[in-house]
């Protein structure tokens, strides 16, 4: 996986490749049935209470604590472009979805070659002090290779499945 900070742009972005189809991994991207098995890093889970994944709807969510402490985060879809691309604005928000400004711009960008899947995300914060908030001491690159951790077994758990179905 590739994960990089530019200061500059205000920009993270992370790239990485599936062993698995598109149409799997844009599921697991979209779907709130799969994106809550594997969004949050472990031990944390990831709950969806909202998720209408429409241009103008929105993903709500929480990352769960093991003591059950939440940490909620509103998405709301800006484009879709079916099984290749889509963009949200995300914002950490409260439990009553008032959202915490600023937040980020994230662009996914899908496509597969030989039957793996490439995954290119950018991350655009609207400041430099958020964008450094949410990166410094490295929790965000921890988190989101745990996630893709998470992901890469969800995936080739689903693979095996429609292989011995």
Same mark, same amino acid.
């Given at each position: 996986? *590739?994960?990089? @900070?530019? =200061?500059? &742009? $205000?920009? @993270?972005?992370?790239?990485?490749?599936?062993?698995? =189809?598109?149409?799997?991994?844009?599921?697991?991207?979209? =779907?709130?049935?799969?994106?809550?098995?594997?969004?949050?890093?472990?031990?944390?889970?990831? !709950?969806?209470?909202?998720? *209408?994944?429409?241009?103008?709807? !929105?993903?709500?969510?929480?990352?769960?604590?093991? %003591?059950?402490?939440?940490?909620?985060?509103?998405?709301? +879809?800006?484009?879709?472009?079916? $099984?290749? /691309?889509?963009?949200?604005?995300?914002?950490?928000?409260?439990?009553?979805? /008032?959202?915490?400004?600023?937040?980020?711009?994230?662009?996914?960008?899908?496509? %597969?070659?030989?039957?793996? &899947?490439? @995954?290119?995300?950018?991350? +655009?914060?609207?400041?430099?002090?958020?964008?450094?908030?949410?990166? =410094?001491?490295?929790?965000?690159? %921890?988190?989101?290779?745990?996630?893709?951790?998470?992901?890469?077994?969800?995936?080739?758990?689903?693979?095996? *499945?429609?292989?011995? /179905?």
């Amino acid at each position: 996986m *590739d994960f990089i @900070v530019n =200061k500059e &742009t $205000k920009t @993270v972005t992370i790239t990485k490749e599936f062993d698995a =189809k598109r149409d799997l991994v844009w599921d697991a991207y979209t =779907k709130p049935e799969l994106l809550d098995q594997w969004w949050a890093p472990k031990p944390w889970m990831s !709950r969806t209470k909202v998720l *209408d994944f429409e241009v103008g709807g !929105r993903r709500f969510y929480a990352m769960v604590s093991p %003591e059950g402490g939440e940490r909620w985060a509103v998405q709301r +879809y800006t484009s879709i472009t079916p $099984k290749t /691309n889509f963009k949200f604005f995300n914002a950490f928000a409260d439990a009553d979805e /008032n959202l915490e400004l600023p937040g980020s711009d994230w662009d996914f960008n899908f496509s %597969e070659h030989d039957g793996k &899947t490439k @995954v290119h995300v950018s991350i +655009y914060n609207e400041s430099l002090e958020r964008m450094e908030q949410v990166t =410094k001491g490295g929790y965000f690159r %921890e988190g989101t290779y745990a996630q893709m951790r998470n992901l890469e077994e969800l995936l080739a758990r689903l693979t095996e *499945d429609a292989q011995i /179905n």
